[in-house]
């Protein structure tokens, strides 16, 4: 039976490859208007806010952590020791990775109860509440509430981070997927940049206004709840798991900019059709599928390099590694803006070169630079003392790493966890990936003060070390995803995974007690008519 399916398949891509000729020479077309602001809207109210909050902490870092000290004198009658400021101030930073572990574990079943655009709408009354908590903090005299705060606010990230590239690889087009998977990462960049210009000292860096850094979040979260409820859900959404065709047809009609969508339709059926279920999938029943166990793998290995890979340690203690480049205290606000610039500037070099390049050069490039440049960094840091220009080396490393970084290893994990999994997986695939993500996230945010003093100017070497590990096992492992459909992609992965194409579309939908033409046709009635049943597979 799987048999008379695989032609089908097969010649709905030959029919868009056909077609690619005609979408590469006018790739602009697939840029429709709903399509942008989606992706812009969506963007500014989920990964801007990663971003902005992984950076924000960073510039009032001397002001709140003066705060800390104050409240614990006034609670206790004496200041706190050295050693249990720096313990509080790292459970600060890395809590956020806490909350984003809960947001990355809760939402397979809140995107599939309420969709993937409703949910982005949805978790900004987390958002929302980690802003007031974190900006009324210093009236109320109490350093709690900005760390519950920061907790709030990693879910938020976590829910957005999954939410987000989900919706995202689900809207677009397969000819730009790559590009508008990377707004993700270009968002990021822009949330990490904003967080230090409204830290500089003419903004809100100073003792009276840092509350102010935290009180800005609300206004991402309300620009995206008045617009993307005027934008569509995800079409593949609507026509696999709430089972309404006329929905997804206006939604791809949107999307896509133009009337007929038959075409699409017919290649999302068809692909349904093969795989023969729309069931979500769970993470257990998804780490016992053989078919996808090196794609679960690879997805591991490129989230967890690209926290541990050190750029977030970077991020949080920017101003601890200037000063110990020996750049003066009052430049270095000034000077920690060029990392958000070339970050941002990097981002968006990769999602114009990405459909042309590719994500395998572009990943593995990335990590290559990343420990050259590491390894130039340490010798830099170790012998600074020595020459009255090796500072400048650094400031230079440091720069050539977060650019680095960005090219490739920054964006691409995102769009690569959306690209190997079908429709049923993928909810759960973003659940593994987003654990990862924010369990590395907590240790490198918890751990690298210590690993800094232990290690001083040798810590990045550790960092060299886990590139080196990412990028030597995807030049083995990862096959180019570009312009390719699911069905392909699962195909460059069958052989070592040890199954055939049958054998992979057994394992993908353990087989059910109905026959294929009965599976068909059940499936086929229930998305004409617009329906919801149970029991569709």
Not at 512 to 527: A, I, L
Request: aromatic share 12%.
């Amino acid at each position: 039976m799987a048999g008379a399916a695989e032609p089908e398949a097969r010649t709905l891509v030959q029919r868009g490859a056909g077609r690619g000729g005609r979408a590469r020479r006018g790739v602009s077309s697939n840029w429709s208007g709903s399509l942008i602001v989606a992706s812009l809207t969506g963007a500014f109210g989920s990964s801007f806010l990663y971003g902005y909050n992984l950076s924000v902490v960073n510039a009032p870092a001397v002001y709140i952590k003066k705060f800390y000290n104050e409240t614990w004198e006034r609670r206790y009658g004496f200041s706190v020791d050295e050693g249990t400021l720096t313990l509080l101030w790292s459970i600060t930073v890395s809590i956020f990775a806490i909350g984003g572990l809960v947001g990355a574990i809760i939402v397979t079943p809140i995107v599939k109860f309420f969709g993937r655009k409703c949910t982005l709408v949805l978790n900004n009354v987390f958002a929302v509440a980690a802003a007031l908590l974190m900006s009324l903090s210093l009236l109320a005299g109490s350093f709690e509430m900005l760390i519950l705060g920061r907790i709030i606010m990693g879910v938020d990230a976590g829910i957005s981070l999954s939410a987000l590239p989900m919706y995202l690889s689900e809207i677009s087009p397969k000819e730009i997927r790559g590009s508008l998977g990377q707004v993700t990462a270009i968002f990021i960049c822009i949330g990490v940049f904003t967080g230090q210009v409204l830290g500089l000292p003419e903004i809100f860096g100073q003792e009276s206004r840092w509350p102010f850094l935290f009180g800005a979040i609300v206004v991402p979260s309300l620009i995206q709840v008045v617009i993307l409820p005027f934008l569509p859900e995800s079409p593949r959404y609507l026509l696999l798991e709430k089972h309404n065709r006329s929905k997804a047809e206006k939604a791809f009609q949107r999307f896509l900019g133009k009337d007929d969508v038959s075409h699409e339709i017919e290649e999302v059926l068809a692909e349904s059709r093969v795989q023969r279920n729309t069931k979500l999938v769970s993470v257990v029943e998804l780490l016992r599928t053989r078919a996808v166990r090196w794609q679960i793998v690879t997805v591991i290995v490129t989230m967890g390099c690209y926290q541990l890979c050190g750029l977030n340690a970077i991020w949080y203690y920017t101003n601890n590694i200037f000063s110990e480049s020996g750049i003066d205290r009052e430049t270095i606000p000034y000077v920690t803006l060029s990392t958000g610039a070339v970050e941002t500037l990097a981002a968006v070099f990769s999602g114009l070169v990405i459909e042309r390049l590719g994500r395998r050069p572009l990943l593995i490039g990335g990590f290559g630079l990343m420990i050259i440049f590491f390894a130039v960094l340490t010798v830099s840091l170790t012998l600074q003392n020595t020459v009255h220009w090796l500072p400048y080396l650094s400031i230079f490393c440091i720069l050539a790493i977060i650019a680095s970084f960005c090219i490739g290893p920054g964006g691409i994990p995102f769009v690569l966890t959306g690209e190997f999994f079908q429709q049923s997986q993928r909810p759960a695939a973003f659940m593994i990936a987003g654990t990862v993500n924010w369990l590395s996230n907590f240790a490198v945010g918890l751990l690298f003060p210590f690993i800094q003093a232990g290690l001083q100017t040798y810590c990045f070497l550790v960092f060299a070390g886990i590139c080196s590990a990412g990028a030597t096992y995807l030049f083995f492992v990862l096959p180019e995803t570009k312009n390719k459909t699911f069905q392909e992609i699962s195909q460059a992965f069958a052989k070592r995974n040890k199954v055939t194409l049958e054998m992979q579309e057994m394992n993908h939908y353990p087989g059910e007690g109905k026959s294929r033409e009965e599976q068909e046709s059940n499936f086929t009635s229930s998305v004409d008519n617009g329906e919801t049943k149970k029991g569709i597979v």
